[in-house]
């Protein structure tokens, strides 16, 4: 199985900050990778899939970046609704896997 | 627009066989996508569980395919889960998605919480 790198499992960061969040694949999985949001108590919502492509109604401030095994969710400008736990999610084989997680608190 | 529900029981004992219903609407046979699940412990990460496509294409995770069966209900659109000899390490929010195995699921249920206690 591929293994999916999430660290740090929380990072702070306060309103109008620009946060990157990492995910590293322990193999090459191209740009088989996808980012979801999840807030307490819901389902995760996808945001970006396939490293950067963003989803229909999702803000612009959101970003994927990288290809390979280095992959970057990028969130300017934070905004209230941003604090939530983020996960990324390689599609490149089967099983699918996903990261640990990480927690995006108000500093 | 795609919705899914989960439904099911929320308390099953040890050994026991859980069957989780998802009811979903708006996947149309033609768009590629399947249903599937996926679960998480309390305070843990997201496990894919299975998927099964519009035409009965099975998938399920390794590591559980000895326990899990997926099966679907065109004509009610619902997929049924079920998952044998149930342990705590079972218990978890199960989620209904929708999606493809080779890009991302794109819609998720709002889940339910098992919990696998004596």
């Known amino acids: 199985d591929i293994q999916m790198t999430q660290s740090p499992s929380s990072l702070s960061a306060s309103l109008g900050d620009r946060v990157t969040i990492p995910c590293r694949a322990s193999?090459?999985?191209?740009?088989?990778l996808n980012w979801y949001q999840q807030k307490p108590g819901k389902g995760p919502k996808l945001l970006i899939s396939a490293a950067s492509s963003l989803q229909s109604g999702v803000p612009s401030r959101f970003s994927g970046s990288g290809s390979g095994t280095d992959f970057t969710l990028t969130i300017s400008n934070l905004q209230p609704e941003d604090f939530a736990t983020y996960y990324c999610q390689q599609s490149y084989s089967t099983p699918v896997t996903f990261g640990q997680g990480t927690k995006l608190e108000i500093k | 627009q795609i919705t899914l529900k989960e439904s099911g029981p929320t308390l099953v004992k040890p050994t026991q066989t859980l069957t989780l219903t998802c009811s979903f609407s708006g996947i149309s046979k033609y768009s590629g996508l399947g249903v599937g699940w996926i679960r998480q412990p309390p305070g843990k990460a997201l496990e894919w569980l299975a998927l099964?496509?519009?035409?009965?294409?099975?998938r399920y995770s390794p590591s559980l395919m000895n326990r899990l069966t997926i099966t679907k209900d065109t004509s009610k659109n619902q997929v049924v889960l079920t998952m044998t000899n149930m342990d705590p390490v079972d218990t978890a929010t199960y989620y209904c998605v929708s999606g493809s195995l080779v890009t991302s699921f794109d819609s998720w249920g709002q889940g339910t919480l098992v919990t696998v206690s004596s």
């Open positions: 193999q090459n999985i191209r740009n088989y």
């Open positions: 099964i496509y519009w035409d009965d294409d099975k």
